[in-house]
């Protein structure tokens, strides 16, 4: 039976002027909405309780599962307000079935198209108001963080017999606190983020919490984030922590690097294969050596480098840094002129600016 999410308002919301200042220069992941989203899931009753409730610090034991053998997964997607004040979602389904494929992997439960869907609409309809207005320009929106854990207290490995399902809701401005300026990336020789067999395809806290000394590695050396290769021989490109990458090329391919069961496979990633076509560009997945970047960005075969997510949209990258060496940015400064048309063109669909011919979105 589906999941129903009825609403227990939360007393103590933040007031009007809160909001107002919260929603005016929201930055990224710092300010929360009044309610979340709950339902559990137990081994003999399946998934029930499904509620909307106040936001706020939640009751676990010490020895809950997730703490120890981090048996979690999550979700990120984002809830735009369009010019007419209705607010709608961008490929939510598509999230859903990801969010299935990574429970299959971290052997929890499936939830259910419809429930992931129906508590989305749940939380955008109770925090309604938290939904920036984003004038042309304006890259503001609710980002939406569903997330399932192992809450059960015990500590055998084994897959959890009581799992928890929720999803919180931030306002969100742009990812990098610079704006749309280039980043510049650091090639993590010492740490891989994933290898064959592992859990990088899944999104779970794993793949980002072993991402972290890497992208410390190139904050010491001046970088924004680091590039991980792939683990078995250190030489073909596979993503940024939290992002995947495309080059252009000067005869207008857009590669990015082929799905090898370590990489995830990114909403937005997919979007831009789609509307790289429609943009006249010839989209090509395939392994791509780490040094055909640094020759390519020499010899002028690559023209334009970008990472791309639901958080940070569409980033042009500018330098790339490794130990003893470094390519010019290929940037300028403020990305290519390829790299913000497929920006643009996808933050106009999301936004409701342009036709969604591909009906991509959901009204929440
Ligand atoms: C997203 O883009 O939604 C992510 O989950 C990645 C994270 C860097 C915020």
């Known amino acids: 039976m589906a999941l129903s999410f009825e609403l227990s308002a939360n007393p103590n919301p933040a007031s009007e002027a809160e909001r107002s200042a919260i929603l005016e220069n929201p930055g990224f992941g710092k300010h929360f909405t009044d309610h979340m989203a709950v339902a559990t899931w137990t081994k003999d009753a399946g998934w029930h309780d499904g509620r909307v409730t106040a936001y706020g610090p939640i009751s676990l034991m010490p020895s809950a599962a997730v703490l120890h053998y981090a048996q979690e997964i999550f979700e990120g997607l984002k809830a735009y307000r369009h010019a007419d004040g209705s607010i709608w979602s961008f490929r939510p389904e598509a999230n859903a079935q990801r969010m299935a494929r990574s429970a299959a992997r971290l052997a929890l439960p499936v939830l259910p198209e419809e429930d992931f869907i129906a508590s989305l609409r749940a939380l955008v309809t109770a925090d309604q108001a938290w939904v920036p207005e984003a004038p042309d320009g304006s890259e503001k929106s609710l980002y939406l963080r569903p997330f399932m854990y192992a809450s059960e207290a015990f500590l055998g490995v084994r897959p959890a017999n009581e799992v928890t ?176 048309a497929i920006r643009s063109r996808l933050l106009d669909i999301q936004y409701g600016r342009v036709e969604d011919t591909h009906g991509w979105l959901t009204q929440l």
């Open 165 to 340: 399902f929720s999803v919180i809701a931030s306002p969100a401005g742009a990812y990098f606190s610079g704006g749309l300026k280039p980043v510049t990336l650091w090639i993590s020789q010492h740490y891989a983020r994933a290898g064959a067999g592992g859990t990088g395809a899944a999104k779970c806290g794993g793949n980002y919490a072993s991402s972290l000394a890497g992208q410390l590695e190139g904050i010491e050396h001046g970088c924004d984030q680091a590039v991980f290769l792939d683990a078995a021989t250190q030489t073909f490109i596979e993503e940024l922590g939290g992002m995947n990458l495309f080059f252009v090329t000067k005869d207008n391919r857009l590669l990015t690097p082929e799905l090898t069961g370590s990489i995830l496979e990114g909403v937005t990633r997919s979007s831009i294969l789609d509307l790289g076509k429609e943009l006249g560009l010839d989209p090509q997945e395939q392994r791509i050596e780490i040094e055909q970047w640094k020759d390519g960005v020499a010899s002028g075969e690559i023209v334009e480098i970008f990472a791309c997510g639901t958080a940070a949209v569409v980033t042009p990258v500018g330098e790339l840094r490794w130990e003893g060496g470094s390519t010019p940015s290929t940037a300028g400064a403020a990305g290519g002129e390829i790299t913000n």
